[in-house]
């Protein structure tokens, strides 16, 4: 049936009545709609460089670069301005930067869409990549996202408790100071090595829950506790070659902050089509 505008009472009934038939049917994509077995495959190291070659392809190909400049440069510049003004944020400066490891397969959902739909046709474009909000799929994915995004939330809360009982309660006078601090005391070194030990531990959870989640719920009616299953068991089979999935992840993304963000434009959207064809290595 074709809409009609009518008037803006009937607008916007038909709006919340198509809303809450993507409702429904994304609150009966939590548990799935199938129970058939998920076959996977075992992953080497030459998988993960066919997925990153795979991945930089797409990225050529969809200039997603220039969707990550419109959107994040500006997310980016917001965030360090604030720190620069408040001193008192400065401990949370690192474990805000290294968490987002923690919230980047949300972040690129849309990238897998991408990748999927040129997959399909071998025409993608960036409508692709918000189609995904009109799919059923959308609710276990905001529901797995939150998740994600609760993990992130503890860190972050890990992260300044971890200081107030090292080097705090007080904020730092100066972004030198505090360096100076972390590198050349006890308590900063205290801080730093327990810091990354924590951070490596909550790192671990978030990539054998979302190693290949997200590019599961896209692609099939499978719910949330079988995409994590999957994901949790890929891991498991896998750990040296998952382990250095990871570390390729950490090294891009730490190129990335250390260039002053600047590779974050190639870094993030080839990492998130990378993620989709890793996801079609480990699944049959």
């Known amino acids: 049936m074709v809409d009609t505008i009518g008037n803006p009472v009937s607008w ?19 548990g799935g709609e199938t129970d058939a077995p998920i ?8 998988d993960l460089q066919i997925a990153l070659r795979k991945g930089f392809e797409d990225f050529v190909a969809l200039r997603t670069d220039v969707m990550f400049i419109v959107l994040i440069y500006p997310i980016v510049g917001v965030v360090l301005t604030l720190f620069a003004v408040n001193r008192e944020m400065l401990p949370l400066l690192f474990p805000l930067i290294a968490g987002f490891a923690l919230i980047g397969p949300v972040a690129a959902i849309g990238l897998y869409e991408m990748s999927r739909q040129r997959e399909i046709s071998r025409r993608a474009g960036w409508r692709d990549a918000f189609n995904i909000i009109q799919s059923p799929s959308f609710v276990p994915i905001l529901v797995l996202g939150f998740y994600l995004a609760a993990l992130f939330l503890t860190w972050m809360i890990t992260a300044f408790t971890l200081y107030s009982v ?13 360096l100076n601090d972390v590198l050349t005391t006890g308590p900063g070194w205290i801080m730093l090595v327990a810091g990354v030990a924590i951070g490596f531990v909550f790192a671990v959870v978030v990539l054998a829950v979302s190693l290949v989640s997200f590019p599961l719920l896209i692609d099939r009616h499978v719910g949330i506790p079988k995409a994590v299953v999957t994901s949790v068991r890929i891991t498991r089979q896998n750990p040296v070659t998952v382990a250095a999935w990871g570390l390729i992840v950490v090294t891009l993304l730490g190129l990335g902050v250390l260039t002053l963000f600047v590779g ?15 996801y079609r290595r480990a699944v049959v």
């Open 39 to 46: 076959e996977t495959r075992d992953l080497q190291i030459a």
């Open 264 to 278: 974050m434009i190639f870094a993030l959207p080839v990492l998130g089509h990378a993620t989709w064809h890793l």
């Open 12 to 30: 916007f009934v038909q709006a919340i009545r198509r809303r809450s038939v993507y409702l429904k049917q994304g609150a009966a994509e939590l």
């Open 166 to 178: 090292t080097l705090g309660p007080e904020p730092p006078q100066s972004a030198l100071g505090f």
